[in-house]
């Protein structure tokens, strides 16, 4: 695998590191990229170099860390060096010494990255949520950019932690915003615990008219699966907690035989349910529907489990509290297809089963009616 160094995605610049160096610091590419991408400390410090180019008279030397920022301005630091890069990496290079740890911290740099990463959350109502996590848009960000783990089994949940949950969601096609859009669902009427769980973020009647060219064959189906990218972040405002349930990358996009609707499918398995159970595994569904002009004319999350029965709201809020509250890996874009593939394997055994299951008992039902109908006979008669 090629090790290569990214820094703003707006920016071409790019630094090849050396596959051999064996103080690896593992990242991933802003706009959810295709692959690892592992990059060493010193690929960081080249970085270092080639920003200061034109700040610094002597070469950077990896053991002088405090010789090297003394060198340079702080303020130059952080308004021509530290912008320049996306959140993994400002994360990373903070780890290299104590200063670089002190200037990453500003709540400005992580704001704007969070902003540039998902424009719904430069809304209002978003941004006060964010200024209350405890470190405000770096735990933000920390939460909602890796992919969540969950693992263990579902314990008892407080539904009365979380009253509320706010749904960030945007849609891109390329590095082309398509859809923004914030959604607040409350969560303690007793309509929303009993009904089937599904949250829309366009209005019945509304379209939203886009660039994007209508698929006509697989091939076109498969290429607009690579191009559209989506994140569909749940914020829990009370628990101060938030996820990104979406897998980035579509997992499948198929277009209706008979209205030619184009549907794109993206999912997450959340896992850590009670083995053997329908919750032992349950897929967190987000469906983006497109008319035959390729206008986006729905966007729904709605959780199914191993039995193809979609959850109601209290069941799904138990879901999503173990998914907020789960282990937080690193964003596997290609890894969540195979995901859903094997979620789809495993729901179609376990009903395959459950058929052969059902022959069974009807055999054994069978066999037993058969055997007491000739059981009577023989008394009757004899």
Known sequence: MKNLCTLNPCSDRRIECNEQDSDLVELVYLDFSDSWLSVSKAAIWEIWTVACTDNMATDIDQGGCATTISAVHPDIIQTHILTCLDGPALASIASTCSQLHTLSEHEQLWENICHATWPSTNTPRVRHIISTFPRASRSFFSDC??????????????FERTPELVTAVDLFHGRQLVLSRVVETETESGWFRCSPFRVDVLD???????????????????????????????VDPEGKRAVNVSSGRAVSVERHWLSGEVRVRFATVVGGGERGSAWEAVLCSVTVTCGSEMQVREACVQMEDMDGMILNGRESLGILRRALEGKRGTLFVDGEKDRFLEFINRKTERKERKMRDERRLDMVCVTLAFLSFAVISTLFFF
């Open 204 to 234: 019945p009647k509304e379209a939203v008219a886009t660039a994007m060219e209508y698929p006509r064959s697989e091939e076109a189906c498969e290429r607009l699966r690579e191009e559209l990218r989506l994140s569909w972040i749940v």
């Open 145 to 158: 950019f890796p992919s969540f783990a969950a693992a263990g089994t579902c314990r008892h949940t407080n």
